[in-house]
């Protein structure tokens, strides 16, 4: 169990998927701009993560590996990741079409993102059990939705700022990124010794 | 050849399964979508203003898709046309459009009121309306910052003099400036009528006069004239009854007989007669 917590805790702050392994930074700078389309973005990211975790975790543990095929992770999880968020819309569609039109815009769009792949490449390198692949899953989403709410704030503060002409837009942007991230590392080494 | 097949058939297969699945699943589940939609949808003009009171164009194509008696003749840009096109694609009886054009409650240009501040902040009007009521001698007239015209989607809307006019001939009548204006000087009104009381000066009218010489000063001139009845001074300001304006035997008795000028008389059938 404090395994678990330690694995999920340190999916959200330590190892932040955004923050410190640089991983769905096309999103993180494009949609975080609102507050609600930062949450629509992130709650769609968590539920693909979790989603492609339980479908790819099986297919390499139980088809990939046996047959020495690991070398074809990357391509298979991008086939049965992309088929997989293209059929949870059409089932979305279908039976909760509130659903649909919340997570709608964002769940095409984080059908390949890399912080989706990472996360179930990285359970498998891990050497994660099915159910800490699952919790880790979850908590790089939760730390994937706690960067982008963070960053919504911050950036509606920069919007406000009297920023230098040359720094306008994306600069400015990377900067406080950057800034953001810098404050994410001061974590590191704290989750490990919680339970020490 | 034999590294290359195991590693192509069990993508292939995967592909093949993930490819069959879709397939099923959009045919199993597909949603039915209103076969009407798309084309209600396109009678619309797709300005989205709300005019209709639905959000937007897409908002009220479904209202009319889903309820039957969702009426026709909502869409004020559109007009007659669009409510012509809507009746004979949803197969029901054509209603008329009541057409409305916005007009401007206030005639207070630089001619006629002056500025008792030099204002330098944001180029807003509800921005200037935070310090002390706007740059204006007259809290309760054009701000002269341009919100309306900003709004318009039609380019209808300009600020000449330092008052806000709108060109009939180009407003369809979204109503997006009247609900810009922060002093609420614009109204729609419907494109029939011919006279327009141009001031909403609620001061007395002591203090209108000092501030504005185009105001109206409630003097109830007009209330004498008017043979129906339908112009009341209400809160020291003309205010015009149009139920009861129609068919005025003695017709801008009102406007002719003030003495301020503030009520206008204004030929407001534009873009709807153009249209047709």
């Not at chain 1, 769609?44 to 690991?70: C, D, K, S």
């Not at chain 2, 039915?32 to 396109?42: A, S, T, Y």
């Amino acid at each position: 169990m404090t395994k678990l917590i330690i694995i999920l805790l340190s999916a959200v702050f330590i190892n932040n998927y955004v923050l410190s392994r640089f991983l769905g930074i096309c999103p993180f700078l494009g949609v975080s701009k609102k507050l609600d389309s930062a949450t629509g973005m992130s709650l769609a990211v968590i539920f693909v993560m979790l989603m492609a975790t339980a479908a790819t975790y099986p297919i390499q543990v139980y088809l990939l590996t046996p047959n020495g095929l690991g070398y074809l992770q990357t391509i298979v999880f991008i086939l049965v990741i992309a088929a997989l968020v293209q059929l949870v819309e059409i089932v979305l569609k279908r039976y909760i079409p509130s659903l649909h039109k919340s997570l709608g815009v964002y769940l095409p769009l984080i059908t390949t993102n890399c912080a989706v792949l990472g996360v179930t490449i990285l359970n498998i390198d891990e050497g994660y059990t099915f159910l800490e692949a699952m919790v880790n899953s979850l908590g790089s989403g939760l730390g994937f939705f706690l960067a982008m709410v963070m960053f919504s704030g911050v950036r509606s503060v920069i919007e406000g700022a009297d920023v230098p002409e040359s720094f306008k837009g994306l600069p400015v942007t990377l900067v406080a990124a950057a800034i953001t991230s810098l404050s994410f590392l001061g974590f590191g080494g704290v989750i490990e010794n919680l339970f020490a | 050849m034999e590294a290359i097949l195991t590693a192509v058939i069990p993508v292939v297969i995967i592909g093949v399964i993930c490819a069959a699945v879709l397939v099923i699943a959009s045919k199993v589940m597909a949603v039915k979508e209103d076969e009407r939609f798309p084309k209600v949808r396109e009678c619309l003009p797709g300005a989205n203003c709300g005019a209709c009171g639905f959000a937007g164009c897409d908002g009220y194509a479904k209202a009319l898709c889903e309820n039957p008696d969702t009426p026709t003749n909502l869409c004020i840009p559109g007009a007659d046309g669009v409510s012509r096109q809507l009746s004979e694609v949803l197969g029901v009886e054509f209603a008329d459009v009541v057409e409305q054009v916005a007009v401007v409650h206030c005639s207070g240009d630089c001619a006629h009121t002056q500025d008792k501040v030099q204002y330098e902040g944001i180029e807003s009007c509800t921005a200037a309306k935070l310090m002390y009521g706007g740059k204006g001698s007259c809290t309760y007239g054009c701000l002269g910052l341009g919100d309306c015209a900003k709004v318009c989607p039609q380019d209808a809307v300009c600020v000449d003099n330092g008052v806000a006019r709108i060109n009939p001939k180009d407003c369809v009548g979204c109503g997006m400036c009247a609900k810009a204006c922060p002093n609420h000087l614009i109204s729609l009104v419907a494109d029939v009528e011919r006279v327009v009381v141009a001031c909403s000066s609620k001061d007395k009218g002591a203090v209108t006069r000092k501030v504005c010489s185009a105001g109206c000063i409630g003097c109830k001139k007009c209330e004498k004239v008017c043979p129906l009845g339908a112009i009341k001074v209400e809160n020291n300001v003309a205010v015009i009854d149009y139920d009861k304006c129609h068919d005025c035997p003695d017709f801008a008795a009102c406007a002719k007989s003030c003495t301020t000028g503030c009520i206008l008389i204004a030929d407001l059938q534009g873009y709807h007669r153009l249209k047709g």
